[in-house]
């Protein structure tokens, strides 16, 4: 039962930091990055002090699995990652014929390389795929027999994470929570086949990213 409090403890500090406390301190976008990225190595510490994570592979975080996670998430996300880049061309050479200026690249840049990788990928793979998903497979006996209790344990979360998210942008919350929830069942999945969260890692970092390009690029070209 101890396990259990701890995990469920654990989930709903991480929703209430993303629906409550990082609204209302409407940090500037770069410091809320930064606190994201802090709040993920924090909830990896507090696994580590439970118990979990013996030389980091309970986590998914042992060094010897990144090599497959790499090769496993390059593998899935290469032929969508062509085809986002050759879409983002065809916007642009549109817009080059049409000769309108596009927007400044400074944003694009910045979100791509700093926001997504260290405030979205790495605070929630490792908030996630890594700290959340370990106290969930611990407090969850079931799960260790195919281990889909403690995944949707960890996806439920992970879709109540993007609630807050999901109002700012002016979307469905329901199928923002919905779309995340299988979102989060897939990463854990690739954590598990592959022992790394680098799987789900580089996956995430590739759908948001090319989802950001195409969005730049679309606008441009309004």
């Not at 507090?46 to 592979?57: D, K, L």
């Not at 899935?76 to 309108?100: D, H």
């Not at 979100?111 to 990928?121: D, K, N």
């Given at each position: 039962m101890r396990r259990v409090v701890l995990a469920a403890a654990a989930s709903s500090a991480a929703v209430a930091w993303n629906t409550v406390i990082v609204p209302r301190a409407a940090w500037p976008w770069a410091v809320r990055t930064v606190a994201h990225a802090a709040?993920?190595?924090?909830?990896?510490?507090?696994?580590?002090?439970?118990?979990?994570?013996?030389?980091?592979?309970?986590?998914?975080?042992?060094?010897?699995?990144?090599?497959?996670?790499?090769?496993?998430?390059?593998?899935?996300?290469?032929?969508?990652?062509?085809?986002?880049?050759?879409?983002?061309?065809?916007?642009?050479?549109?817009?080059?014929?049409?000769?309108?200026?596009?927007?400044?690249?400074?944003?694009?840049?910045?979100?791509?390389?700093?926001?997504?990788?260290?405030?979205?990928?790495?605070?929630?793979?490792?908030?996630?795929?890594?700290?959340?998903?370990?106290?969930?497979?611990?407090?969850?006996?079931?799960?260790?027999?195919?281990?889909w209790p403690a995944r949707l344990a960890g996806a439920a979360t992970f879709g109540a994470w993007h609630v807050a998210p999901a109002r700012c942008a002016g979307h469905s919350v329901g199928s923002t929570v919905l779309v995340t929830m299988l979102g989060g069942v897939v990463f854990t999945s690739l954590t598990s086949a592959t022992s790394s969260v680098v799987a789900p890692a580089v996956v995430h970092y590739a759908m948001n990213a090319g989802g950001a390009l195409i969005v730049h690029m679309v606008d441009a070209n309004q």
């Open positions: 709040a993920g190595v924090t909830a990896v510490a507090i696994a580590r002090a439970a118990g979990h994570g013996s030389g980091w592979e309970d986590l998914g975080l042992h060094p010897g699995h990144a090599r497959a996670g790499l090769a496993a998430g390059t593998r899935i996300v290469v032929l969508p990652s062509l085809g986002c880049l050759g879409v983002a061309g065809a916007l642009a050479a549109r817009r080059a014929v049409a000769g309108r200026p596009g927007p400044p690249l400074g944003p694009l840049a910045a979100w791509t390389l700093f926001h997504i990788p260290v405030g979205t990928v790495l605070a929630e793979e490792l908030l996630f795929r890594s700290a959340l998903d370990a106290l969930w497979r611990d407090a969850l006996p079931l799960a260790r027999h195919g281990r």
